[in-house]
């Protein structure tokens, strides 16, 4: 049962992936928009595209507040670890946002106050 369970997830795995890479770089496609988009207006489709952007950005905000809380239901779970991986993408996310959005906001309102969290928690001393 466990190798059925990591082949099952290594699938999930692999189909997120193509996902991502249909979305960030295939999604401008003939093929692209003729099987995914054609029975939408473009109005429809910024609409599923936001509602998809805020989806992932609550799973990021979900993983953050798992890891502030985990350690007082389960004391062996190292928090810090689970907090600093949601962090790394929190500040990955910002700064692509910033780079596609060809402006500044993403990166200082997202990226800046996850890479400030990671020095101190890296740091805490100073």
């Known amino acids: 049962?466990?190798?059925?369970?990591?082949?099952?997830?290594?699938?999930?795995?692999?189909?997120?992936?193509?996902?991502?890479?249909?979305?960030?770089?295939?999604?401008?496609?003939?093929?692209?928009?003729e099987k995914l988009l054609?029975?939408?207006t473009t109005a429809e489709v910024a609409t599923i595209l936001a509602q998809n952007q805020g989806l992932y950005n609550g799973f990021l905000a979900a993983g953050l507040i798992w890891?502030?809380?985990i350690s007082q239901k389960f004391p062996q779970v190292e928090p810090s670890s689970i907090v600093i991986f949601f962090l790394i993408c929190v500040a990955i996310a910002g700064i692509f946002?910033?780079?596609t959005l060809k402006r500044p906001t993403a990166f200082?309102?997202?990226?800046?106050?996850?890479?400030?969290?990671?020095?101190?928690?890296?740091?805490?001393?100073l």
């Open 1 to 33: 049962m466990e190798t059925f369970v990591k082949v099952l997830i290594g699938i999930i795995a692999l189909i997120h992936i193509l996902f991502l890479v249909v979305q960030m770089f295939f999604w401008n496609t003939d093929f692209v928009q």
């Open 38 to 40: 054609k029975n939408f």
């Open 67 to 69: 890891g502030l809380f």
């Open 97 to 99: 946002g910033s780079i």
């Open 108 to 125: 200082l309102i997202q990226s800046l106050p996850a890479i400030l969290a990671l020095f101190l928690l890296w740091y805490p001393n």
